[in-house]
Nanobody, 117 residues
Framework: QVHIAETGGGLVQPGGSLRLSCSAT????????VNWYRQRPGKEREWVAR???????TYLDSVKGRFTLSRNAAKNTVYLQMNNLKPEDTAVYYC???????????WGLGTQVTVAS
């Protein structure tokens, strides 16, 4: 069992930056892919970025070059650095850990990101 918690959301002006954190209650890097999803107002939840268990990073096209994933194994934490934020990035951001062997998904409760002037 893994419990996930996201932090770091908030209100930021267009062009600003935020760093989201996804913290887990145990080490997840060896056996889980960690994904970030977001749900924008009135939209379906969409995938944003992934760091796989072997460290490969992939991104949604609209965030490439602006969002960057990193991880700290000692803290069981994955970070999503978001730069040059746009109003269309406004959403609730969710962290998901996918445990490959048992095909289980673990979700956090989300953190609100609002980009507005």
């Amino acid at each position: 069992q893994v419990h996930i918690a996201e932090t770091g959301g908030g209100l930021v002006q267009p062009g600003g930056s935020l760093r989201l954190s996804c913290s887990a209650t145990r080490s997840i890097f060896g056996d889980c892919h960690v994904n970030w999803y977001r749900q924008r107002p009135g939209k379906e939840r969409e995938w944003v970025a992934r760091i796989s268990d072997d460290g490969l990073r992939t991104y949604l096209d609209s965030v490439k070059g602006r969002f960057t994933l990193s991880r700290n194994a000692a803290k069981n934490t994955v970070y999503l650095q978001m730069n040059n934020l746009k109003p269309e990035d406004t959403a609730v951001y969710y962290c998901n850990a996918f445990e490959r062997a048992r095909r289980l998904h673990y979700w956090g409760l989300g953190t609100q990101v609002t980009v507005a002037s």
